[in-house]
C-alpha cells in the first residue's frame, strides 16, 4: 500500500487521458464511484491541505483510475480551482492531452461560444454526469440537461473524471460516442465551520463564495452531515457592456449507518449572460472585425446606427452589430440516493432525481437583416415593419425552452469468488418545449439583457417533445489472477420519442416554404452494446490495459433547430428520415501503458509517462444538408437530416512528468489525432468532396505543459496550452492558424490573518493570456460554400482570490 500511496503521488502532474501511474485506489475509486467521501480541499472544504500542499512540494494535480481498463483520469478539486477559482469543470479539462476546450471568458462558463473536442469528437458526442445525474448532451439550446457549472457550484466540486476512449457501461447517457466526463460534488465536511472564498479582478470582476459545514451529527441512525452554499458572480464581458453571472445554491445532506448511506442533494441556479457575436469569415466579406461588439447600453448609438428604414451600413455586410442578445437559464436540480449494504459483499444503489429548467435566449436585432423583412411580411403584409415593431428598427427574437425531466438510476453490485458482476438500469422521462417568439423593441422604453420580454407579436413557432429513456447494462469483472483482470459486459440502449407543434408556422415563415413542421414517433433500439477490455500489472511500477467497446448516440429530441428529425421542413422529410436513418455509432478500439519510477539519486527524482493509442470506426454520422442557399441561421435553407458516411480517427498521446525534489515538477503532453471522412455525399444538387478531408473544428496536434514550483509557503504555476490548426470547413478549404497560450498562477498562505476565529488564510492569483495574444480562439464550421465563423481570443486578465475558514 505504501509503495501505491507513493506512486500515486509522483502521477499527480501527469496530465493524461490514460493513466501515468499507481494511485491510492480508494480514493480513485470513490472518485469514480461517488459512493464515499474523499479528501477535499479549498474552500468550502478541507482548505488547509492547499496550505500544508504548498509548503510540502508540488500538489497532485491529477488522479489515474488505473482500476479502469480503459483510459481515466481524474482531477481534484484543488487543481480545479487552480485554473482560476470559480471555472468550469469542463474548461479544467483542457489541460489533458487530446482535449481541445474554448470558450470567450476566463472561466468557461458562456455556453453560446463554447466548444469542446476530445479525440476528434465534438462536445455534443459526449456523455456528461454529475453524481450519476446525466446532464444531456450540452448543446447551447439543451433540450435534455444542463451544464456542469449550471449543476453544482464549481467551488463544491470534488473532482471530474475524463474517459477520452469510452466510458462506463453504467454511464447515463444517449449521447456517449466518444467517451465521457463526470462531475462530482463534494461531501459534507466532518467539522464544523463557515468558509468564504471573494474573487475581484478584471473587467469588475467579483465572485462572492459562502460555505456553512454542519459537522458529523452522531445519533441513533447513524453519523449524518449537511452544507448550505450560496454564490454571487458577475463580471462585465471584455468587449462590450454586457454584465455576465448569476446567483446559485447547493445544498448537500448525508447520513451513514450500518445498513447504508442516503444522501439528498440541491442544485439552485439562476444566471444569464449576455453573449458575444462571432465574426463571419469568407472570401467575400469586406469587414471582419476582430469582435463583433453589441451596442447596448448606448441606445442612441444603437439608433443611429441604421438607416431610417432600419437597415444597416452596408460597409458592415454580414458583421453588422445589434443591441444585445443573451441567455437566461433558471435550473431546479435535485437527487435522492440510498447505497444499500445487502452483504459485506454486495450493494444496491438506487437514485431518483429532477431538472426542471426554464430558459430563454434573445437577440435584439435590426429588422432589416438576415431575410427578416420577407419573415415579418407573412405576418404583416404591406405594413410598415418599423412602426409594428415600435419604432426603433429593431425587434427582439427569443427561442424560450423548459425541460422537466424525472428519473431513476439503479445498481446492483455483488462480488462472487474472483468475479465483480454488476447489472443496473436507468430510466428517464423528459417532457421539454422550445417556442420561438418575436417581441417589439420600444424606441421609449427599450429593454436590455436582464429582462425576459413579454407580450410576443408572432409566435412563429413551438414544439414539445415527450421522451422516454431506457438503458440496461451487465458486466463481469474477471481477476483470472492477482495481475490480471479481464473485464466485459454490454450495455441496452432504448428511446421512445413523440413530437408534437402546438404552434405550426405559416407558408414561408421556415425554410423552404414548408406548411408544417413534422410531427410523430420515433423508436430506437439496441440492445447489444458490447464492451471488452483487460488490464495487466507487467511489474509493480507498469500496466498496461486494452478496451474495445461500441457505444451510440441515440437521435436528438429538439423540434424547431439543430440535427433533429423534428426540426426538418417537411413531415414526408420527417417520414423518409424514420424510414432509413440509423443513429450514430462507434467502436473504440484502445490500448496504453503506464509507468511511474522514482529515483533515490540525482535531481531528478521520479519520473511519470505513458503512451495511448487509439483507433475509432466511427459509423453512420448525421449531417443537415440542404440544396437550396441558407439565407439566414432563422431561415434557413430547405434542411434533410441524412447519415452521410464513416470517419476514421486514429491517434497518440504521450506525456511525461519529471519530479526535481520536492520544490519543482515539469509536465508535458503531446497529443496527435487524424480524423478523416470515408466518403462524399450529396446536397440534392451537387457532390460534396469530403473524402479523405479532415473534421473540421478539431486540431491535429496539441501541446500542454505545467511548471510547478514551490518556494517556502509559496507555489508558482506556469502553464501553456497550444492548439494547432484547425480546418473549418467540411471540405478543408479554409483554416484558423494556430495559438500559443500561457497562464500564471501564483498561491500561498496569509498567516498574519490567522488567529482567534480565523484559520486557513490564504491567496491566490491567476493570470490568464500572460502573453496578452490575439487570435481565433474557436471556430463555427461553416459548410462547404468557404463561409465560416469565429470568437476572438480574450485579452490578458488578471484575477485575485481570498479565502479562509472561520471557526
Excluded: C
Excluded at 420519442?497 to 408556422?505: E, F, H, K, N, Y
Excluded at 512528468?657 to 450529396?682: E, I, L
Excluded at 480546418?727 to 479554409?734: E, G
Aim: proline residues 5%.
Amino acid at each position: 500500500m505504501k509503495k501505491q500511496i507513493k506512486a500515486a503521488v509522483l502521477a499527480s502532474l501527469a496530465l493524461t487521458p490514460l493513466a501515468m501511474a499507481q494511485q491510492v485506489a480508494a480514493a480513485v475509486a470513490a472518485m469514480e464511484t461517488a459512493a464515499a467521501p474523499v479528501a477535499e480541499s479549498g474552500a468550502g472544504s478541507d482548505a488547509g491541505t492547499e496550505s500544508a500542499a504548498a509548503a510540502a512540494g508540488p500538489m497532485a494535480t491529477v488522479e489515474v483510475a488505473s482500476r479502469r481498463t480503459r483510459s481515466s483520469v481524474a482531477l481534484k478539486s484543488d487543481e480545479i480551482q487552480k485554473i482560476l477559482p470559480g471555472t468550469n469543470p469542463l474548461k479544467a479539462l483542457q489541460t489533458l492531452p487530446g482535449v481541445s476546450f474554448q470558450t470567450a471568458d476566463p472561466w468557461g462558463n458562456n455556453e453560446q461560444n463554447l466548444s469542446l473536442f476530445v479525440h476528434g469528437f465534438s462536445g455534443q458526442q459526449l456523455g456528461y454526469t454529475m453524481d450519476g445525474v446525466p446532464l444531456g448532451d450540452q448543446q447551447y439550446g439543451n433540450y435534455n440537461g444542463l451544464s456542469p457549472q449550471r449543476a453544482v457550484i464549481s467551488e463544491n466540486v470534488r473532482g471530474v473524471v475524463l474517459s477520452s476512449g469510452a466510458g462506463d457501461l453504467a454511464t447515463a447517457s444517449t449521447s456517449n460516442l466518444g467517451g465521457t466526463i463526470e462531475t462530482f460534488s463534494a461531501d459534507p465536511l466532518a467539522t464544523r465551520g463557515l468558509a468564504a472564498q471573494q474573487t475581484v479582478g478584471s473587467h469588475k470582476t467579483s465572485r462572492t463564495f459562502l460555505r456553512y459545514d454542519s459537522g458529523k451529527m452522531s445519533g441513533q441512525s447513524g453519523d449524518s452531515s449537511f452544507y448550505v452554499s450560496a454564490l454571487h458572480h458577475e463580471a462585465r464581458a471584455w468587449d462590450f457592456q454586457g454584465r455576465q453571472g448569476g446567483d446559485q445554491l447547493n445544498a448537500k445532506f448525508v447520513n451513514d449507518n450500518a445498513s447504508g448511506r442516503l444522501t439528498v442533494f440541491f442544485n439552485y441556479s439562476d444566471k444569464i449572460e449576455p453573449n458575444e457575436d462571432s465574426t463571419v469569415r469568407s472570401a467575400t466579406e469586406k469587414f471582419q472585425p476582430y469582435t463583433r461588439p453589441f451596442t447596448y447600453p448606448d441606445f442612441n448609438l444603437a439608433l443611429g446606427y441604421l438607416s431610417p428604414t432600419g437597415a444597416t451600413p452596408a460597409a458592415d455586410g454580414n458583421n453588422y452589430r445589434n443591441y444585445y442578445s443573451d441567455a437566461q437559464r433558471e435550473d431546479y436540480l435535485g437527487y435522492v440516493k440510498y447505497d444499500w449494504n445487502l452483504s459485506d459483499s454486495a450493494t444496491w444503489s438506487n437514485q431518483v432525481y429532477y431538472h426542471y429548467d426554464d430558459g430563454v435566449g434573445v437577440v435584439a436585432g435590426p429588422i432589416g437583416v438576415a431575410g427578416l423583412p420577407a419573415l415579418f411580411a407573412i405576418y404583416y403584409p404591406n405594413q410598415n415593419l418599423k412602426q409594428v415593431f415600435g419604432n426603433s428598427g429593431y425587434a427582439t427574437r427569443t427561442t424560450e425552452y423548459q425541460i422537466n425531466r424525472t428519473g431513476w438510476l439503479s445498481t446492483l453490485r455483488s462480488e462472487i469468488g474472483n468475479h465483480t458482476v454488476q447489472g443496473g438500469l436507468w430510466f428517464e422521462h423528459n417532457e421539454s418545449q422550445a417556442y420561438r417568439r418575436w417581441y417589439a423593441l420600444d424606441v421609449n422604453n427599450p429593454s436590455s439583457p436582464y429582462d425576459r420580454p413579454e407580450n410576443p407579436l408572432i409566435t412563429q413557432y413551438g414544439s414539445e417533445i415527450d421522451n422516454k429513456v431506457v438503458q440496461l447494462h451487465l458486466q463481469d469483472e474477471w481477476r483470472v489472477r492477482p495481475d490480471l483482470v479481464v473485464q466485459g459486459g454490454f450495455k441496452s440502449s432504448l428511446q421512445f420519442a413523440r413530437g408534437m407543434m402546438p404552434v405550426q408556422p405559416k407558408p414561408g415563415a421556415i425554410s423552404g416554404n414548408s406548411p408544417a413542421l413534422p410531427e410523430g414517433d420515433i423508436d430506437t433500439k439496441k440492445w447489444f452494446l458490447p464492451q471488452l477490455g483487460a488490464r495487466w500489472d507487467v511489474t509493480p511500477r507498469e500496466q498496461a490495459f486494452v478496451n474495445v467497446q461500441k457505444n451510440m448516440r441515440q437521435f436528438v429530441t429538439y423540434g424547431g433547430g439543430g440535427a433533429s428529425p423534428w426540426s426538418l421542413a417537411s413531415q414526408a422529410a420527417f417520414d423518409l428520415f424514420k424510414a432509413t436513418a440509423k443513429p450514430e455509432t462507434s467502436v473504440t478500439f484502445e490500448a496504453g501503458l503506464r509507468s511511474s519510477r522514482t529515483f533515490d539519486a540525482g535531481v531528478l527524482t521520479g519520473f511519470d509517462g505513458q503512451v495511448n493509442v487509439y483507433h475509432v470506426n466511427f459509423k453512420d454520422r448525421l449531417l443537415t444538408i440542404s440544396p437550396t442557399p441558407v439565407i439566414s441561421s432563422i431561415i434557413g435553407g430547405n434542411p434533410v437530416l441524412a447519415n452521410v458516411g464513416s470517419v476514421k480517427m486514429d491517434g497518440i498521446d504521450l506525456s511525461g512528468t519529471f519530479h526535481f525534489g520536492r520544490t519543482f515538477s515539469f509536465y508535458d503532453a503531446v497529443s496527435y489525432n487524424k480524423s478523416k471522412y470515408d466518403d462524399n455525399y450529396s446536397n440534392g444538387k451537387d457532390t460534396v468532396a469530403t473524402a479523405g478531408k479532415r473534421i473540421p473544428g478539431s486540431p491535429e496536434w496539441m501541446n500542454k505543459f505545467i511548471a510547478s514550483l514551490n518556494v517556502a509557503d509559496t507555489e508558482f504555476q506556469l502553464s501553456g496550452d497550444y492548439v494547432g490548426k484547425r480546418y473549418a470547413t467540411y471540405t478543408n478549404d479554409l483554416s484558423v492558424k494556430s495559438y500559443f497560450l500561457l497562464g500564471l498562477g501564483v498561491s500561498g498562505k496569509l498567516p498574519f490573518l490567522d488567529g482567534g476565529w480565523v484559520k486557513n488564510a490564504r491567496y491566490r492569483v491567476n493570470v490568464t493570456n500572460l502573453a496578452d495574444r490575439q487570435g481565433d480562439l474557436n471556430v463555427v464550421v461553416g459548410a462547404a460554400d468557404k463561409t465560416y465563423n469565429t470568437f476572438p481570443i480574450a485579452p490578458r486578465q488578471g484575477f485575485v482570490t481570498l479565502m479562509a475558514d472561520f471557526k
